[in-house]
């Protein structure tokens, strides 16, 4: 069976895709009634972070309770997992709902930067085995050397958890002990206006302001993004030289805070995919519950080597204890960070390995899932 032409559906005035999602067929259905298919499964995704799950759950209710769609015919797949599982929402029992952890391995490196389910219909092996060989090798010949700095973070776009970050960093002087890129990759968030807003809402002093006025776009390897640039149109790729140049990564979600009404879904990205795959262990500033999503889906993180009790926390607290972890880092000697990276050998080998696996796995499981719905 071709499951993706099964899936496509061309209406009048939009392509019925991967890319639809409830409210757009929702507004389709009630300019053109007559084009309610009924006999065609209607598919959906949240794979990234410009819709929420709660918002598409609202608007399948909206396309049941006004059309008399049938739940059963509705499919659902989300790269977005539900921290408390069991207070989901009941309409989750009542469609095809699909968790798809997988995702972030399979489509983080995608060289369209895209998180798309449909991605899982690609027989292209995303990380070809000579490039696995390659990292795993660098890896283990690194154990006899020292790295130049104690970590890595990206930081493209301005968000107020990133600016947090940068503040801290300069105000504790700890810049220059790591790799850093802070709003490098859109100039349209670089004025004086744009700076002030963030900054003066985020920052207290005016002098550690000041600095960072100065200070941005910061990006160590001078990598600039945009996606209207051919020659830079990813976001996802990787540095293997910088990873390998530092100890442990400070990854900066997209998302912070809660920003789910009805159930707390958790956005994981490309950010968390580098270190897990790259033999990094990571302190994560990102929403409550991220860590405990990561080990849910079988990885391993860095307790007691980092104190993690940040991740179940409140934002500010969770906040003030993810930095407190930074500049304890930090302030070790790099060759005591050698020593304290190399402990944590095991993990690190098993949350490659574990990556590799679902990396491989996760197209056919998506696949199996989705050719189980069709026939039933």
């Not at 090798?137 to 990206?154: A, D, G, P």
Request: charged fraction near 30%.
């Amino acid at each position: 069976m071709n499951i993706t032409k099964s899936l496509y559906k061309k209406f009048n005035d939009i392509d019925y895709n991967f890319n639809l999602q409830p409210r757009h067929l929702l507004e389709h259905f009630d300019k053109n009634p007559n084009s309610i298919p009924d006999d065609k499964f209607l598919y959906f995704e949240c794979c990234d972070d410009m819709e929420s799950i709660d918002e598409m759950l609202e608007d399948i209710k909206k396309i049941h309770d006004k059309y008399n769609i049938d739940y059963n015919k509705i499919i659902f797949v989300t790269s977005i997992p539900i921290l408390d599982w069991d207070n989901r929402p009941s309409l989750i029992d009542k469609i095809n709902y699909y968790e798809l952890e997988s995702l972030i391995t399979y489509s983080a490196f995608d060289e369209n930067g895209s998180s798309s389910a449909c991605h899982m219909f690609d027989s292209i092996e995303s990380f070809p085995n000579h490039t696995k060989l390659c990292i795993k090798t660098v890896f283990e010949n690194s154990k006899s050397f020292v790295r130049q700095k104690h970590y890595l973070t990206y930081n493209g776009y301005m968000k107020e958890h990133r600016v947090k970050l940068l503040g801290f960093l300069v105000e504790k002087d700890l810049l220059d002990k790591g790799l850093s890129s802070f709003f490098y990759y859109d100039e349209g968030q670089l004025s004086k206006e744009f700076i002030n807003e963030y900054t003066y809402g985020e920052i207290e002093d005016k002098t550690v302001i000041s600095k960072i006025r100065k200070l941005v776009p910061y990006s160590f390897d001078n990598y600039r993004h945009g996606f209207d640039d051919p020659d830079n149109a990813s976001v996802a790729g990787f540095n293997i030289t910088s990873q390998f140049s530092t100890y442990f990564n400070i990854v900066t979600e997209s998302r912070f805070g809660d920003q789910s009404e009805i159930t707390h879904a958790i956005f994981l990205s490309d950010k968390i995919c580098k270190p897990l795959f790259l033999f990094q262990p990571f302190i994560v500033i990102s929403q409550r519950g991220s860590l405990e999503i990561l080990k849910r889906m079988g990885f391993k993180t860095f307790s007691p080597w980092i104190n993690e009790e940040y991740d179940l926390m409140t934002d500010s607290d969770r906040m003030s204890a993810a930095l407190k972890e930074v500049e304890k880092l930090c302030r070790l000697d790099i060759n005591d960070l050698h020593k304290w990276y190399w402990e944590m050998e095991d993990i690190l080998v098993h949350n490659f390995n574990h990556f590799v696996k679902l990396n491989d796995q996760g197209p056919k499981k998506f696949r199996d899932f989705m050719e189980n719905v069709i026939r039933t």
